[in-house]
């Protein structure tokens, strides 16, 4: 518990020291910690040094694996937990990419379910013993919830009256635990959930694990962080303008964008209330059959019966049969499957291992016999200017709120709301709204008129693109978020497919271009392949709203029969 009446600071170093004491002295490293410069990648056989041999094989077994073991009672529940704790305390050494700890907790709960399943012979649910962990977002019974200000430390959302703190829990918390799930930790966040790097005064930084000089992106950076590092099978974070696929490109994850089909009643947000562009929660996972085995399982759960802005459509096996189907007429078919190919986004290039991430998929769908459409569509520029529009409709009310509660500065990352502004009045949010419709229904007649473009009758099936311009950052040097930010706007379902990461020798820079913009200049420039070494970098496949099963089926066609063949 954190003493109250303090300075910000005082409280953020009780708060981070409390949460190294949540670690067993058994699993903190010995010694001192390698630095950075002395050992930039720490996954594999770096964290693995740490652990046994029977800890590693749990843990490096995905999300699908694990469950077909707790299911059929030939790995316990407390075994895999405990296993996973151990590696994700590690992981928050390495990173520091945890906010809360419940080990204590979580090792209980899964001795409960080895309990039941002695009992019933049988699984709890479609999870049973499966460690799930969640970005601080999320309410979970017994642990709090800061999201990165030091002001809400020892409170529920900054409120120290509020009886909820240590009993309240999300509905995707609960959901998850009908299934069977396991909660051990909540990863850590920016303040404000703002920005494309993970970063607040409670922590300080969370590093990418492949290089930590790099960033692990942002808002879900510490979740993806985390399983990289493979302290997690899988977890969820949330995404307004690509806070689940910038931390999943950048550490060579899964991510899930959907269009509104998760629950998010219950958790703490940023700006709660702004609904031009909606926050939805979305899956990460090593795996793409751990993705889909995490967004299937919360839709058995029906989770619209108890959050109003769901929307009631469960999982839809006969659009991943039609999908199938299209597939297996497309390998002895030339031109059956036709994608839209966004080289860039009209503001920032792709840097050069972002387009040769790009480039090397496309070319591997047209050897396959696919159609590839150059794509042209409404200006994402105006797309992105009027998302940030909606976002920062309050003046920064918000974030100067929640930062004055403690006093804490505004991170140097935080971009958003940095000074006051005046707030937008109802007019004045109406017209954002109503140029939020005209984009999305000039997207949507641009994209349906494709259809003359392809082969097939219809309109291209997917649109392939970069998620950033950029593979990860070094701190504060973002210079590219329209890619996921006019997705958002047009709530669009997105997949990030993993694909490769960057290599010094191969990735030089541009000799010369015509840059689009400034920050275009900025990031050719600032991109240094000896800096910026083995950073993953991913590619979005993007799909119309609530093609959620279409999109996932496609994108394991690509990786695996495409790109993996």
């Not at 708060?15 to 594999?44: H, M, N």
């Not at 007429?329 to 050069?352: C, E, Q």
């Not at 973002?478 to 497919?497: C, G, K």
Request: charged share 20%; with cysteine.
């Amino acid at each position: 518990m954190v003493s109250v009446g303090t300075d910000w600071k005082a409280l953020a170093s009780e708060k981070r020291d409390a949460v190294l004491a949540q670690i067993p002295d058994a699993w903190k490293i010995p010694g001192t910690i390698s630095s950075a410069d002395e050992v930039p990648d720490v996954t594999g056989p770096y964290i693995q040094q740490f652990l046994d041999a029977r800890e590693i094989m749990v843990t490096e077994t995905d999300a699908v694996g694990i469950v077909e073991k707790t299911s059929s009672g030939e790995w316990t529940a407390v075994e895999v937990t405990k296993a996973f704790c151990h590696r994700a305390a590690l992981a928050h050494q390495l990173v520091n990419c945890l906010h809360e700890i419940c080990f204590d907790a979580a090792i209980e709960n899964a001795q409960q379910l080895d309990t039941y399943f002695a009992e019933y012979k049988q699984p709890v649910g479609p999870l049973h013993g499966l460690p799930v962990s969640l970005k601080d977002q999320f309410h979970i019974k017994g642990i709090e919830t800061t999201m990165g200000y030091v002001g809400w430390i020892g409170t529920f959302q900054g409120n120290k009256d509020d009886p909820r703190r240590f009993t309240f829990e999300s509905e995707l918390v609960k959901e998850l635990r009908n299934l069977g799930a396991v909660l051990y930790c909540k990863t850590s966040v920016p303040t404000t959930l703002m920005t494309t790097e993970t970063v607040n005064n409670i922590l300080g930084y969370t590093w990418n694990p492949r290089n930590r000089h790099l960033s692990s992106g942002g808002s879900s950076g510490g979740e993806a962080a985390l399983i990289a590092l493979k302290g997690s099978p899988g977890g969820f974070g949330t995404d307004i303008g690509g806070s689940v696929r910038i931390p999943a490109s950048y550490n060579g994850l899964w991510g899930l964008r959907p269009c509104g089909r998760l629950p998010y009643e219950g958790a703490a947000t940023s700006i709660d209330g702004q609904n031009t562009v909606l926050s939805v929660v979305g899956p990460l996972s090593s795996s793409l059959g751990g993705l889909k085995l995490l967004f299937k399982a919360i839709l058995q759960q029906q989770p619209w019966l108890h959050d109003p802005m769901v929307i009631e459509i469960p999982w839809r096996e006969p659009i991943v049969e039609e999908t199938q189907r299209l597939i297996t007429k497309a390998k002895s078919t030339p031109g059956v499957l036709a994608f839209g190919l966004l080289r860039h986004d009209g503001i920032v290039h792709p840097t050069p291992p972002v387009a040769r991430a790009l480039g090397s998929v496309v070319s591997a769908l047209r050897q396959a016999g696919h159609k590839i459409i150059e794509w042209d569509p409404p200006s994402h520029k105006l797309g992105a200017k009027i998302l940030m529009d909606a976002l920062t409709a309050d003046g920064g009310a918000d974030v100067r709120y929640h930062l004055g509660l403690s006093g804490e500065p505004q991170p140097e990352q935080i971009g958003v709301n940095r000074q006051q502004e005046e707030q937008k009045n109802v007019l004045e949010v109406a017209a954002i709204n109503i140029a939020k419709r005209e984009y999305k229904k000039a997207y949507l007649e641009y994209w349906n008129s494709t259809k003359d473009l392809t082969d097939t009758g219809r309109p291209v099936d997917a649109v392939l693109c970069p998620v950033t311009a950029h593979s990860p950052i070094t701190p504060n040097k973002s210079r590219s978020m329209e890619y996921t930010l006019v997705s958002s706007l047009l709530d669009y379902t997105a997949v990030v497919i993993p694909v490769t990461h960057v290599k010094k020798e191969v990735d030089l820079p541009h000799t010369s271009m015509e840059y689009l913009s400034e920050w275009d200049k900025l990031a050719q420039t600032e991109y240094d392949p000896k800096v910026h070494f083995n950073g993953p970098v991913g590619i979005q496949l993007l799909g119309r709203c609530l093609e959620e099963e279409k999109m996932l089926t496609l994108a394991e066609y690509i990786k695996t029969e495409v790109l993996d063949r």
